[in-house]
């Protein structure tokens, strides 16, 4: 049987036939806004889904800034009950979607929109999810990066060409399903040869090559650092640095003067003739005679050591860091290789500068809760199930997390612990020995970015047991308000059939092995 899927399906599973369980036993964490602070003596083991979530906050998340969204979930129209973050349908043609709403598949569509007269938030909203977790990054980084180049007065040709450059390589293929590189030339691009490469006349960006874009043009250039800085390994019309160019090569040369004479004062391998015998000549911008050396603040060429010339000033006691124009450096890799930030210290997590092949992003931040994580990867793009409690059995608990940037809308999605969940389409779900549920999110409820929510699967207060009697704090929700003979609790919402009839049995809980947990998406309608 096949279901028509919008996103995947979030499963974990109880006991030793599922894996992977983590052995250690701790303290069950709360929902939302009240962090659970203790267990009061009750244990539960925490079970993980599939895509690792950010370290949990001890209080009320933060805003989101410019990255918060107003509201997420995929734009078509209902089908059966599928998971919360992969689009599965990629052949869908760009159209109206059953709900009215035009919805872009495409990472190149969402950036189209985007970028026209349309509300950012807007296009995200009315676009795939795929789009989304493709698209959002791209526009991240347009904002932060390419901000001018990117701007409505400036062709798309230009902004793509500083994406391939400014952005991780593996937005180039977003950029690129413009229809770069098919052979025809399009409006928005300056030329298409047909081909990804790069090196030759035209860039794997659909941009003419040029001095300066990073990318070596074998047949015009020696070298491009994409920049147009004389003093370092290659000059602004791309071309190495040698003595005799007239370009002083900063941290290798002491000087240049256009020739390759030895006694004019700067010799045929352009140091400084009379560098190194302590004296300070009109020439020079330094000179401590045997103490010159590459970590010095003075380097063997008699040049200031500074960073950017791809030598590290390391030396603490000959003054690195005290000595005018100097500055004690962690690394100085000249600015070429990218290992080594602007300012000579080394790259971490949250700097703000993308590191290629370490890095998925960077945007300056920690924050667990963004686009970018804290450990400096794309964020989850879909709900997950983030911790499920057993025991003891009048407080067991499931609790999920929203690791997206959007405010997702929970009435369209639901919690089972049947692998049979999917019969809800059909009405024909059954709770068996009335252990087993299959039950949806109330109208109306939702969970923001970076939110948990907790269900407590009894009730949630009243009666012979209760959540709030075990842990100290009410859940966000509850599956049998009147467990344990308890009086339905009106301030907490329940949990909802998931089909006409009733799919929550009247002694729903879950078993401690051999059964899954899962969240999963249903906006009604047939398979």
């Given at each position: 049987?096949?279901l028509?899927?919008l996103a995947c399906v979030?499963?974990?599973c109880?006991?030793?036939?599922?894996s992977?369980?983590?052995?250690?036993?701790?303290?069950?964490?709360?929902?939302?806004?009240d962090?659970?602070e203790?267990?009061?003596?009750?244990a539960?083991?925490?079970?993980?889904?599939?895509?690792?979530?950010?370290a949990?906050?001890?209080?009320?998340m933060?805003t989101?800034?410019?990255?918060?969204?107003d509201a997420?979930?995929?734009a078509r129209?209902g089908?059966?009950?599928?998971?919360?973050?992969?689009?599965n349908n990629?052949?869908?043609?760009?159209?109206a979607s059953?709900t009215?709403?035009?919805?872009?598949?495409?990472?190149?569509?969402?950036?189209?929109?985007?970028?026209?007269?349309s509300?950012?938030?807007?296009c995200l909203?009315?676009?795939?999810?795929?789009?989304?977790?493709?698209g959002?990054p791209?526009?991240?980084?347009?904002?932060?990066?390419?901000g001018?180049a990117?701007?409505?007065?400036t062709?798309?040709?230009?902004?793509?060409?500083?994406?391939v450059?400014?952005?991780p390589?593996?937005?180039?293929a977003?950029?690129?399903e413009?229809?770069?590189g098919d052979?025809?030339?399009?409006?928005t691009e300056?030329?298409?040869d047909g081909n990804?490469?790069?090196?030759d006349?035209c860039?794997?960006a659909?941009t003419g090559?040029?001095?300066?874009d990073?990318?070596?043009?074998?047949a015009?250039?020696e070298?491009d650092?994409?920049?147009?800085?004389?003093t370092?390994?290659?000059?602004?019309t791309?071309?190495?640095?040698?003595?005799?160019d007239?370009?002083?090569h900063?941290?290798?040369?002491?000087?240049?003067?256009?020739n390759l004479?030895?006694?004019?004062g700067?010799?045929?391998?352009?140091?400084?003739?009379?560098?190194?015998?302590?004296?300070v000549?009109?020439t020079?911008?330094?000179?401590?005679?045997p103490a010159?050396?590459?970590?010095?603040?003075?380097?063997?060429?008699?040049?200031?050591?500074?960073?950017?010339d791809?030598k590290?000033?390391?030396?603490?006691?000959?003054?690195?860091?005290?000595?005018?124009?100097t500055?004690?450096?962690?690394?100085?890799d000249?600015k070429?290789?990218?290992?080594?930030r602007?300012?000579?210290?080394?790259?971490?997590?949250g700097?703000?500068?993308?590191q290629p092949l370490?890095?998925e992003?960077?945007?300056?931040n920690?924050?667990?809760?963004?686009?970018?994580?804290?450990?400096?990867k794309a964020?989850?793009s879909?709900l997950?199930i983030?911790?499920?409690?057993t025991?003891?059995?009048?407080?067991?608990?499931?609790?999920i997390?929203?690791?997206?940037?959007?405010?997702?809308?929970?009435?369209d999605?639901?919690?089972?612990?049947?692998h049979?969940?999917?019969k809800i389409?059909s009405g024909t779900?059954?709770?068996?020995?009335?252990?087993?549920f299959?039950?949806r999110?109330?109208?109306?409820?939702t969970i923001?970015?970076?939110?948990?929510r907790?269900v407590?699967?009894?009730?949630a207060?009243?009666?012979?047991?209760?959540?709030?009697?075990?842990?100290?704090k009410k859940?966000d929700?509850?599956?049998?308000?009147?467990?344990?003979?308890?009086v339905?609790?009106?301030r907490?919402?329940n949990?909802?059939s998931a089909?006409?009839?009733s799919?929550?049995?009247?002694?729903?809980s879950?078993?401690?092995?051999g059964?899954?947990?899962v969240?999963?998406f249903?906006?009604?309608?047939?398979?």
């Amino acid at each position: 049987m096949h279901l028509h899927a919008l996103a995947c399906v979030v499963v974990l599973c109880l006991g030793e036939a599922c894996s992977p369980v983590r052995p250690e036993i701790e303290a069950p964490i709360d929902a939302g806004e009240d962090r659970l602070e203790s267990a009061k003596g009750s244990a539960g083991v925490r079970l993980l889904s599939d895509v690792p979530t950010p370290a949990e906050p001890d209080a009320a998340m933060g805003t989101w800034g410019a990255a918060a969204r107003d509201a997420a979930g995929d734009a078509r129209g209902g089908a059966g009950p599928t998971d919360a973050s992969v689009d599965n349908n990629p052949t869908s043609d760009e159209g109206a979607s059953d709900t009215g709403l035009f919805t872009y598949t495409t990472c190149s569509a969402l950036r189209e929109c985007a970028r026209g007269s349309s509300v950012e938030a807007e296009c995200l909203r009315a676009s795939s999810l795929e789009a989304r977790t493709l698209g959002e990054p791209v526009l991240t980084c347009e904002r932060q990066r390419c901000g001018d180049a990117c701007s409505s007065a400036t062709s798309l040709a230009d902004c793509n060409a500083c994406l391939v450059k400014a952005c991780p390589a593996a937005l180039t293929a977003c950029v690129r399903e413009s229809g770069c590189g098919d052979g025809n030339r399009s409006p928005t691009e300056e030329c298409d040869d047909g081909n990804d490469q790069d090196g030759d006349a035209c860039t794997n960006a659909c941009t003419g090559a040029r001095c300066g874009d990073g990318i070596v043009d074998a047949a015009h250039e020696e070298c491009d650092d994409g920049n147009a800085i004389d003093t370092d390994a290659c000059s602004h019309t791309c071309a190495r640095a040698s003595c005799g160019d007239n370009i002083v090569h900063s941290g290798v040369e002491g000087c240049d003067d256009g020739n390759l004479i030895d006694g004019d004062g700067c010799s045929a391998q352009c140091f400084i003739e009379g560098c190194g015998d302590g004296i300070v000549q009109a020439t020079e911008e330094c000179d401590d005679g045997p103490a010159n050396a590459d970590s010095a603040p003075c380097l063997v060429t008699c040049r200031t050591n500074r960073c950017g010339d791809g030598k590290v000033c390391s030396d603490v006691v000959s003054g690195c860091g005290a000595r005018p124009g100097t500055k004690l450096e962690m690394c100085d890799d000249g600015k070429t290789t990218g290992a080594c930030r602007a300012d000579c210290t080394i790259p971490f997590c949250g700097d703000g500068e993308v590191q290629p092949l370490v890095e998925e992003c960077d945007d300056g931040n920690r924050n667990a809760f963004d686009m970018c994580s804290n450990e400096c990867k794309a964020a989850a793009s879909h709900l997950l199930i983030t911790e499920v409690v057993t025991r003891p059995a009048g407080a067991e608990m499931i609790e999920i997390m929203n690791p997206t940037g959007f405010s997702v809308a929970l009435s369209d999605y639901g919690l089972s612990d049947n692998h049979l969940y999917y019969k809800i389409v059909s009405g024909t779900f059954t709770t068996a020995s009335g252990s087993d549920f299959a039950a949806r999110f109330p109208d109306g409820a939702t969970i923001g970015p970076g939110e948990y929510r907790v269900v407590a699967l009894a009730n949630a207060t009243g009666g012979s047991a209760s959540f709030v009697a075990a842990y100290g704090k009410k859940p966000d929700f509850e599956l049998r308000p009147t467990a344990n003979g308890a009086v339905d609790d009106a301030r907490i919402p329940n949990m909802q059939s998931a089909q006409a009839t009733s799919s929550i049995g009247a002694s729903a809980s879950l078993t401690d092995g051999g059964e899954p947990v899962v969240l999963f998406f249903y906006r009604g309608g047939p398979l």
